[in-house]
């Protein structure tokens, strides 16, 4: 069983920067993939980036590519989002999750999100 707790969210005028991590329990970490997603009031959760358990790929929805960073350090079992250039639009719940099959197909563990509110 992993754990994962979101933080670093909160509410930040256009254009602003917004750095979310993760924080996962168990030994385990480096050997999943991690994923970023969100969801906005109304609408469907949606992916914003993962991360294999190496770090070495990362992939991105076309709506944050650029603007968007994903890592994570390994030896503190953490995952981070570093969101630059925010915009109204990206104002959603953002939860993180790991993939234990490494395929981005399913997600076996989710957190319990943290609120990012960007103001116009």
């Known amino acids: 069983q992993v754990q994962l707790v979101e933080s670093g969210g909160g509410l930040v005028q256009t254009g602003g920067s917004l750095r979310l991590s993760c924080a996962a329990s168990?030994?385990?970490?480096?050997?999943?993939?991690m994923g970023w997603f969100r969801q906005a009031p109304g609408k469907e959760r949606e992916f914003v980036s993962a991360?294999?358990?190496?770090?070495?790929?990362?992939y991105y929805a076309d709506s944050v590519k650029g603007r968007f960073t994903i890592s994570r350090d390994n030896a503190k079992n953490t995952v981070y989002l570093q969101m630059n250039s925010l915009k109204p639009e990206d104002t959603a719940v953002y939860y993180c999750?790991?993939?234990?099959?490494?395929?981005?197909?399913?997600?076996?563990?989710w957190g319990q999100g943290t609120q990012v509110v960007v103001s116009s």
């Open positions: 999750a790991a993939d234990r099959s490494n395929t981005g197909a399913r997600y076996d563990y």
């Open positions: 168990g030994r385990t970490f480096s050997s999943y993939l």
């Open positions: 991360i294999s358990g190496s770090g070495r790929n990362t």
